[in-house]
């Protein structure tokens, strides 16, 4: 790292400036000028739909990055990061909004990944294993540090995301989307670690998509569109219709439940649905009947740890069922494979799309149309005219920002990828879609897109189900509100169903 004195001190009590910053790849400008300060010892949020430059941003201030032109401004003085192991060497973290562990090794072994605590005879896993217990004791989490990482839900991977990024004596910490797979409890324990920090002098750098969530731990505000800064603010200047104008240039909802079709006959009837739980003793979906009509929108609606998940994953066939039967157009579907589930018209838009949704080395169009590859092959060959149509098509329809099908799925932001794998899906013409928390990482603007199209589907006779454990969500396109509690129904709602009364009947806390 190169460091030079007599720069300009940032602005008020920043620590950490972006000056003018412009980061271009080839002929795109992912950043056009913009100036960011990091303010001492508070929570700066910096709100923006995908694409905006959000992460371009925060990879330059923690040296993933070097931008193409622009000053980074550190304690007064001029630096340039060589390195993200540079950065953090003067106190500056990264939590990606992408998971980065290694499955196949412990929580421990992910914690100090790179930075193993050692003694004059080895590796001292002992005091690992007391730190990581520790870090998981702050974040309020019961897991073994010899735990592995594939082992846990994708929360709980979460969490050891944030626990090895607080493992690091930071005095600046950038948190990328760190609450997307959390539950309302454990973004609860986060907030006050975040206070924590804050009251000790660390500063942090804070992203969200969940913005009446992120208002709760906002003392700065800053707007980023189209690689411009927007709009900045602090806390008590803003609301919720700040954000999304200065973000989207409207105020706009989710949407609404979609009309003037009728319902057709039931599609998927699920019938005293069972899962067991991790220790094979209890029920995670405990005999749970429901059925769904085609043309009809469904939510289901649950804290985390509620079976939303395990629900829909042993209806599309990915983990078994431990009693009762799924009925796709009154055909047991139970038996087959998921393939075969596939092929008679019952899909799943898998929560994490990165993991089991998308396939990181192949092409936007590979992905598309991944699923439906019996529709274009010619016994043992594939017309390539015929797979261009379906995927130029599917681009169309999906209303998929992209270079074209030619583009790696990498190159596009988290809520175009999530068009990719809902579009997959909807290549196949399924009579039924499942969603599981189908807005996980996404932008006001792309969650919306997501919904119309959705609702666009059901209004030709598609039925869909989508879990959520955002309130607002439920309260968007459904025709009918599923609560589930335990691996239970606790209550079913229509769509007139109040905050209060969804919350209430999930067992979670209503705020006055």
């Not at 649905?273 to 929108?297: F, N």
């Not at 149309?369 to 329809?397: H, M, N, V, Y």
Request: glycine fraction near 10%.
């Amino acid at each position: 790292m190169t460091t030079a004195s007599g720069t300009e001190p940032a602005t008020g009590d920043a620590v950490l400036s972006a000056r003018n910053v412009v980061m271009s790849y080839g002929g795109v400008h992912a950043l056009k000028g913009v100036n960011f300060d990091i303010h001492r010892g508070k929570v700066t949020t910096l709100f923006g739909e995908n694409g905006a430059g959000k992460s371009t941003l925060m990879k330059i201030l923690s040296g993933v990055v070097t931008p193409t032109s622009g000053d980074i401004v550190l304690d007064g003085n001029l630096v340039s990061f060589s390195s993200s192991s540079d950065a953090r060497d003067r106190g500056i973290s990264i939590i990606h909004q992408e998971l980065s562990l290694a499955p196949n090794l412990s929580v421990r072994d992910n914690i100090f990944m790179g930075r193993e605590l050692r003694t004059r005879t080895g590796l001292d896993f002992a005091e690992e294993s007391r730190q990581a217990r520790a870090l998981m004791a702050d974040l309020e989490e019961d897991i073994d540090p010899m735990t592995l990482v594939e082992d846990l839900r994708l929360g709980q991977q979460q969490i050891v995301e944030i626990a090895r990024a607080l493992s690091v004596d930071s005095r600046i910490l950038i948190m990328d989307e760190p609450t997307s797979a959390l539950s309302a409890t454990e973004v609860e324990v986060l907030f006050k670690v975040i206070r924590d920090l804050t009251s000790r002098g660390v500063s942090i750098v804070y992203i969200s998509h969940h913005l009446e969530e992120a208002l709760q731990i906002t003392d700065y505000a800053v707007v980023l569109r189209d690689g411009s800064i927007t709009a900045t603010a602090e806390a008590k200047d803003i609301d919720l219709e700040w954000i999304v104008r200065n973000m989207v240039g409207e105020n706009f909802d989710l949407g609404s439940p979609p009309t003037g079709h009728a319902f057709g006959e039931v599609a998927l009837s699920i019938k005293d649905v069972c899962v067991t739980d991790a220790s094979g003793s209890g029920y995670v979906v405990d005999h749970l009947s429901l059925d769904v009509k085609a043309g009809e929108i469904v939510c289901i609606y649950g804290l985390m740890g509620a079976g939303r998940t395990e629900l829909l994953e042993a209806v599309a066939g990915r983990v078994p069922m431990a009693g009762g039967r799924a009925l796709l157009e009154g055909e047991d579907v139970s038996g087959l494979t998921i393939a075969q589930r596939i092929a008679r018209g019952l899909v799943l838009v898998p929560e994490d799309r990165q993991r089991d949704g998308l396939v990181q080395t192949m092409t936007v169009g590979r992905n598309l149309s991944l699923a439906s590859i019996e529709a274009f092959a010619k016994g043992l060959f594939l017309s390539r005219p015929r797979e261009r149509a379906l995927i130029d098509d599917s681009i169309r329809k999906v209303t998929i920002k992209t270079a074209g099908g030619h583009a790696m799925i990498g190159s596009l932001s988290g809520g175009n990828q999530q068009k990719v794998v809902i579009g997959k899906m909807l290549t196949t013409n399924p009579k039924v879609i499942l969603l599981d928390e189908p807005s996980r990482g996404i932008d006001v603007g792309a969650k919306a897109e997501v919904f119309r199209l959705l609702s666009e589907r059901a209004a030709q006779g598609l039925a869909v189900i989508f879990s959520t454990s955002e309130v607002n969500e439920c309260l968007s396109i459904a025709h009918r509100i599923v609560v589930m509690r335990r691996g239970k129904i606790s209550a079913e709602f229509g769509a007139n169903a109040t905050k209060e009364q969804i919350m209430a009947a999930s067992g979670e806390a209503v705020v006055a």
